[in-house]
Structures are given as C-alpha cells and as structure tokens.
C-alpha cells in the first residue's frame, strides 16, 4: 500500500483516486479548499498532478517543499483552449510541462504518463478494442519503476509501458494532445489512446 495524494478533482482526478483506492492504496483526494493541496502532498508518498495544465506549474511550485524527495506524477497537457473548449496550441512549444515542472523543483522526481488517452482509458485500458499504449518519461529510473507499478495496478499490461526515456521526451507525449480536438470532433467523444503499431 503507497500513500497517494491526487491534486485535482475533477474527471480525471476522481477516476485515478477511485482506481488506486480500489487497488489498495491509500488514496487522499485534494480539492480547491485553501491548504488541502499542501495537506495531501505533505503525508503522501507519490502526489499526482491532475490540476488544469495551464495553471499547473503555479499550483505545484507553490508546494515546492511538501514535494521535496517525493514522486509527482504528472498526467496533465498545458493547452491553450479554443472557442469550443478544446486544446488549440500548446502552453510551452519547444518544451513541456513536465520539463518545467523538473526544471523548477529539483528536489522532485517527476515521471510524466497516461496524457496521451482519454481519461477514461487511464484506468481501463482492457476496455479497447486493441491494445492501447502508455508512456513514462523522466530521469529517475526507480521513480519510473514505481510509476510502472502503479500502472499495472490501473490494469495496464507490462507489454503496453513504454519508457521513451528523460524528462525531454515529455514534449513529444504532450504534443501529442493536438491529436484530440480533432479526433472528437471526427468520431464522438469516445474512449480512445494512442497505440504503436509493432
């Protein structure tokens, strides 16, 4: 059992605490309760970013010592939306939120996955129709390790994990956000990752 302090609420968020909870850990949801951020992350092991992108690094750097020598992981896209609410561009071309998030608190070990999917998927990859992906990037190879684990306890098969390497080949991952306005908008708002074809 790991003591998980999930940052954020909503779909995302809720979906990922129900799951963990589920697979036995010990799970603190923080809302927008002033100091509940600091409270979750403070007593956890592994805190999970599931804040908005666009206002993500402000919320974390803020909590900059509760995260000191703890696990973030981050499954949030800086976007900037369009009129319909979907991404339109990205926050930081040329770099990522991941990388801005390693830059600023360098005493944490960010791991950054499951942003390439609906958030549906996050937690029932099986659900597909064929065999989803994930990715992991970041430097702390035993932060990746745990974060492994903790996405085989979300139902994802080893063979579906994929380590694309540093915290660099975040950019690549979270580009791929630019995907989903027009995958929505062609086929519906339904259940959908990326997936390699090998």
């Known amino acids: 059992m790991t003591a998980i302090a ?4 909503g779909r995302v968020g809720g ?36 804040t908005p992108g666009a206002g993500s690094l402000d919320r974390l750097v803020a909590l900059r010592e509760e ?14 939306d369009g009129p319909d609410g979907l991404p339109a561009d990205l926050i930081y071309p040329g770099s990522s939120l991941a990388e801005q998030l390693q830059e600023a608190l360098p005493e944490t070990r960010v791991v950054k996955t499951l942003n390439t999917m609906l958030f549906s998927v996050m937690t029932a990859p099986a659900t597909l129709t064929q065999a989803p992906d994930v990715f992991l990037s970041g430097e702390d190879p035993q932060a990746k390790q745990t974060v492994r684990e903790l996405l085989i306890n979300l139902g994802w098969r080893k063979e579906w994990i994929t380590d694309l390497g540093g915290i660099q080949t975040a950019r690549a991952t979270e580009a791929a956000i630019l995907f989903v306005p027009h995958v929505i908008r062609s086929s519906g708002f339904a259940p959908f990752a990326i997936s390699i074809a090998r």
């Open 15 to 50: 979906n990922l605490a129900t799951a963990l909870t589920r697979a036995g850990h010990e799970v603190t949801v923080a809302d927008r309760a002033p100091g509940a951020a600091a409270d979750a992350a403070r007593t956890a092991q592994i805190v999970i970013n599931a």
């Open 67 to 80: 995260l000191r020598d703890k696990i973030l992981v981050d499954v949030s896209n800086a976007t900037l």
């Open 6 to 9: 999930v940052l954020g609420n």
